[in-house]
């Protein structure tokens, strides 16, 4: 008869061995991946990607006649040409007053608007939350009878004005909501500390909140200025007058239906693109941390 004292002096089972593994290659890590794999398509993708860059700029420092593909000799016709004589000057004056006063409206609006949704609890906040979303499916087109129809009446045709009401107009939807999700990851308790030394509401923002918006204001600032620089239609609906014209206008009147200038559409393809290209070259850290803290509440 097995007795419990038996059982428990019985050694342990030996643990039993692992099972064979079947030969096979092993998976390599990111790090061992070979380099050419990485750079091959990046490298091929990069290509195809500067071609058309490379066409551009061909064509604008070309001779006019010439079918080198190599830019040599060089020449800046094209360039004088559209900046005096097709006024290029002036449509980039207006477009960067444009910019800078669509940037400035947009972000002080949408600064307002955000903290409201962010801070403040009233009945018909998801209301206005849903309305703020499916007005990003309304296309711009279909926007410009009605707006055409307020700014005549406001006699504010042919003017820079109605330009900037209309692209701030078009660009508050998005921007309150990046500013309103980027507030919701700072501390409440923040401005709570800031209260209870003794600042009000607007000086515990100023001091507290704002700083801490920096990448949010940058993100929403600059796609405003952007999207403000790059639009056609609304300049092209509500200003008349060739001096009142942005840059989009400008490119589309070096086309006409018999011929095109391409060394001068090349040149002020140029002009356009450069102020875009330095301003995300010196903002890209911000707008990237900007655009990735505000699309979700941390």
Not at 167 to 173: D, G, K, N, Y
Not at 249 to 264: E, F, K, Q, Y
Request: proline share 7%; hydrophobic share 55%.
């Amino acid at each position: 008869m097995i007795t419990k004292e038996a059982v428990a002096a019985a050694p342990a089972p030996a643990p039993a061995a692992p099972a064979p593994t079947r030969p096979g290659k092993k998976r390599p890590a990111w790090d061992e991946v070979p380099r050419w794999q990485i750079y091959l398509p990046l490298g091929i993708y990069l290509v195809f990607t500067l071609i058309p860059f490379y066409w551009i700029l061909l064509f604008a420092v070309r001779p006019a006649g010439s079918t080198s593909l190599v830019p040599w000799p060089m020449t800046t016709e094209h360039f004088e040409k559209v900046w005096t004589d097709r006024g290029f000057g002036t449509y980039f004056t207006n477009s960067v007053y444009v910019g800078l006063a669509t940037l400035v409206m947009t972000t002080l609006v949408a600064l307002a608007g955000g903290y409201a949704l962010a801070r403040f609890d009233f009945k018909i906040k998801r209301v206005f939350m849903l309305a703020l979303l499916c007005s990003q499916f309304v296309p711009g087109a279909l926007l410009l009878v009605p707006l055409f129809e307020i700014f005549a009446g406001l006699q504010m045709i042919n003017s820079l004005g109605s330009v900037i009401i209309a692209e701030t107009v078009f660009q508050l939807p998005l921007s309150i909501i990046l500013i309103s999700n980027f507030i919701k990851n700072v501390p409440y308790s923040l401005e709570e500390a800031a209260w209870v030394d003794g600042c009000g509401r607007f000086r515990a923002f100023r001091i507290v909140v704002l700083p801490l918006l920096r990448p949010g204001l940058i993100a929403v600032g600059s796609f405003a200025f952007v999207h403000s620089w790059n639009h056609f239609l609304f300049a092209l609906m509500f200003l008349n007058n060739q001096h009142k014209q942005t840059i989009p206008v400008g490119l589309n009147s070096l086309m006409s239906a018999d011929s095109v200038d391409l060394g001068a559409l090349a040149a002020g393809g140029i002009v356009a693109a450069v102020p875009v290209v330095i301003v995300f070259a010196f903002i890209q850290k911000w707008l990237i941390t900007g655009f990735s803290a505000g699309a979700v509440k941390g």
